[in-house]
């Protein structure tokens, strides 16, 4: 296995760093620590903590949402099956990995936009796929109801870890592996039963 270059050691870091402190308290020396280099590597390789953030979330935006819109996007997959497998995975990899989608919405919870353009942009891409997937899905809903049904299933699977207490009050219950399980399996089964989501052997049939 290659060894990771001293570049890709911080960035990694960086990444690590935003996960375990929150954005807001991430600190070149913490990066530092973490990566195994003193402070004047990060300024070498990156210029500032600003840009190599920057870096940070360009890396994670792409491992999540263009690597979802990947997946919607496979024609050899039933429609259905790719649209559950997309929102499983992010709905589980928001609960590993609470920070990092914060720090993605630090700044339009705290300021109302977004903090670099390829977030917005990959997000926008990301939803234009599902969308579209929908309209394989629910071919029979026009298309600005699908649009809601997209913002339902937004709504449905990153509410719950960007505001986990708030969900946890309704439940009644923390949200644990079985907990999130028989949650997002309700939100499939409510819209199929609606018939906004037809499963694959439904409309076979």
């Given at each position: 296995?290659?060894?990771p270059s001293?570049q890709e050691?911080i ?21 530092a ?18 840009r ?9 935006i ?66 234009q ?5 929908l ?10 109801k ?42 499939f ?9 037809r ?7």
């Open positions: 296995m290659e060894t001293t050691r960035l990694l870091a960086t990444i690590e760093c935003v996960e375990e402190y929150g954005l807001p308290h991430v600190t070149t020396r913490k990066i620590e973490k990566a195994g280099v003193n402070v004047a590597a990060i300024n070498y390789y990156f210029r500032s903590k600003e190599l953030l920057e870096e940070a979330m360009r890396v994670t792409r491992n999540s949402f263009e690597d979802a819109r990947t997946v919607l996007q496979e024609d050899e997959r039933p429609a259905g099956e790719r649209l559950r497998r997309v929102m499983e995975e992010l709905f589980e990899g928001g609960f590993r990995f609470p920070r990092i989608t914060q720090a993605h919405l630090y700044t339009l919870f705290t300021e109302g936009r977004f903090a670099y353009p390829f977030q917005e942009e990959g997000m926008r891409a990301f939803f796929a599902l969308i579209d997937t309209a394989q899905t629910a071919p029979h809903v026009r298309e600005e699908r649009r809601h049904l997209a913002a339902v299933l937004a709504s449905a699977v990153f509410m719950p870890f960007v505001l986990p207490p708030v969900f946890e009050l309704i439940l009644g219950k923390p949200i644990d592996e079985e907990v999130r399980k028989e949650y997002l399996e309700t939100v089964e409510l819209l199929t039963r609606a018939d906004l989501i499963d694959d052997h439904s409309r076979e049939g």
